[in-house]
């Protein structure tokens, strides 16, 4: 099992920048894949990014492709969102999620029932 705690949400101007982090509680931190999912008000939580358990391989939601970068450290079991250019439709609450993964999947899974363990959410909130 696993405990997330994400951090680095708050306001900022569009255009502006952040960067979410996700700390994780495990000692096999590198055997869980992981992203982050978002939720807007009145909208379903959302894919934003992925990463495999190795970081060989990302993928990202089309509304954040080229603006939002995601990484890991396996050393310091933490997970990252950096985010640029950033949008008033960027404002949601920001949740990291992890799924333990074989080493042989380099898929990145996109929906939130594929992830066993989420943290309690970061708001990001963009003005206009």
């Known amino acids: 099992q696993v405990q997330l705690v994400e951090s680095g949400g708050g306001s900022v101007q569009a255009g502006g920048s952040l960067r979410l982090s996700c700390a994780a509680s495990?000692?096999?931190?590198?055997?869980?894949?992981m992203a982050w999912f978002r939720r807007a008000p009145g909208k379903e939580r959302e894919f934003v990014a992925g990463i495999t358990r190795s970081g060989g391989v990302t993928y990202y939601s089309d509304s954040v492709k080229g603006r939002f970068t995601i990484s890991r450290d396996n050393y310091k079991n933490t997970v990252y969102l950096q985010m640029i250019s950033l949008k008033p439709e960027d404002t949601a609450v920001y949740y990291c999620a992890a799924r333990p993964s074989p080493a042989s999947i380099i898929v990145v899974k996109t929906t939130p029932l594929e992830y066993d363990y989420w943290g309690q959410g970061t708001q990001v909130t963009v003005s206009s």
């Open positions: 495990s000692r096999t931190f590198s055997i869980y894949a």
